[in-house]
Structures are given as structure tokens and as C-alpha cells.
């Protein structure tokens, strides 16, 4: 079984959706991130070393498998369940680029938002991610042609990136761009992004 720990409005929905691509079966256990019990779940433990979410437990192919962080857990799930068509094939000349755009939401978006959050600006030639500003441009430049990240093809990358630009929107720091504006909405459409932001409205504990 696959076994994602989730909390609701976290992370942790982009791998919800990811799942939701996917033609497999699979089961959330819900940690709660404010609650010390919650996270002592002694499976969440042994797969988050930072006892963050997402988190996965995988026992479905022999053995156990246990990953943490969202770009992990995608490139994971998209090369190991590979006839969900999410990652191009290991000898493809597209690869690179599709590793890339893997990488591009831990690597790059998120220290960005976070250096837009904070204010702080920090030299664009030795930070990672350049800056915010940057940031946006070669996300912007790299949907350009679109449909999605990859070209005609959907691919793991596109759920996150277009979790990030969600999370962008929401926080109020998404630039007026319309190539980035007409992507989410692409990504908003896919039934599996709806279905999967349905299923964490529901699956969020009151109060
Ligand atoms: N790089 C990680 C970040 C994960 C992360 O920071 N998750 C937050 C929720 S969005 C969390 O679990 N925070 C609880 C904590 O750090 O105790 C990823 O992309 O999965």
C-alpha cells in the first residue's frame, strides 16, 4: 500500500494530486503539524527525518519505502509507477530538462518566496535561486509554449510547479502574468487537482 502523511493546506496536497493522477490505489494518514502526538507516529517518524509533510510509505513492490520532501516523493512515484506516464523515460533526450523542472519549486521557487516574504535580498549571483523576479521569468519563459512544462505532455514536474503557482496566488505574491495566470487555471481543471483539493477541503478538521 502507498500511504501519504498528509495535513490539510500544506505541502502535502500537491502529492494528494500527484496521486491522484495516478492509477493506483493509495490511503492518506492525516498528521496534524501543530499536534507533538500526531507527528510521534512512529511510521511518520521513520519517513520524515524532519518530521515534515508530505511524507511516503510505500510496502506495494517488496520492501518497505520511505521518502520525504515533495520533489523526492514526485520524482519517486512518477519513475517507480511509471505506466502513469507522469516522468519520461530514462533514456530520453528530454530528461534533463523534465529533472530541471523537478528540482525548480525546492530549489529555486521556494528560497525565492521566501526571500519575497522576508524582504531580504541576497546577492542574485551566489544565491541558488537568483532571486524573485528571475525566478518568475524562467518559469514564465518555460510555460511560454505550454500547454504544460513538458510541452503537449503532462508530467509530474507540472504538479509542482502549478501547486507552487497556486500557492503564489494565494499568498498574494503572484506578479500579473497572464502565462502563468492561464496555466493554473489549465492546472485547476485537471480532474485530479480538482478532486484533490476537494478531498483536503473535506478532509480538514474543524475548528
Ligand atoms: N521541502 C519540503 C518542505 C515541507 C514542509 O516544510 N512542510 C511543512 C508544511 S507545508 C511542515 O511539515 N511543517 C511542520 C514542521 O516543520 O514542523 C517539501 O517540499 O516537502
Not at 500511504?3 to 490511503?27: D, G, H, K, V
Not at 525546492?106 to 528560497?111: A, Q, R, S, Y
Not at 503557482?165 to 494565494?170: D, G, L, Q, S, T
Request: aromatic share 10%; proline share 7%; charged share 25%.
Amino acid at each position: 500500500m502507498i500511504t501519504l502523511f498528509w495535513c490539510p493546506q500544506t505541502r502535502a496536497s500537491r502529492i494528494l494530486w500527484l496521486l491522484e493522477e495516478m492509477n493506483e490505489p493509495f490511503e492518506v494518514r492525516l498528521i496534524d503539524i501543530r499536534d507533538p502526538e500526531s507527528k510521534s507516529d512512529p511510521d511518520f517518524v521513520a519517513a520524515s527525518p524532519m518530521g515534515k509533510v508530505p511524507a511516503l510509505m510505500d510496502t506495494k513492490l517488496g520492501g518497505t519505502v520511505r521518502v520525504a520532501d515533495s520533489a523526492a516523493i514526485a520524482l519517486y512515484l512518477a519513475d517507480r509507477y511509471h505506466s502513469a506516464d507522469l516522468a519520461p523515460a530514462m533514456d530520453s533526450s528530454s530528461r534533463g530538462q523534465y529533472l530541471y523542472w523537478m528540482t525548480y519549486t525546492p530549489g529555486v521557487i521556494e528560497p525565492a518566496m521566501m526571500e519575497k516574504f522576508t524582504g531580504q535580498e541576497i546577492s542574485r549571483a551566489s544565491s541558488g535561486w537568483g532571486n524573485f523576479d528571475t525566478m518568475i521569468e524562467v518559469l514564465e519563459k518555460g510555460l511560454q509554449k505550454g500547454p504544460w512544462v513538458m510541452g503537449e505532455k503532462f508530467c509530474a514536474a507540472d504538479v509542482l510547479l502549478g501547486s507552487s503557482v497556486h500557492f503564489m496566488k494565494m499568498f498574494g505574491i503572484l506578479p500579473e502574468s497572464p502565462v502563468l495566470e492561464a496555466y493554473l487555471e489549465r492546472c485547476l481543471a485537471r480532474p485530479a487537482c480538482a478532486k484533490a483539493l476537494a478531498r483536503d477541503a473535506e478532509l480538514t478538521p474543524a475548528g
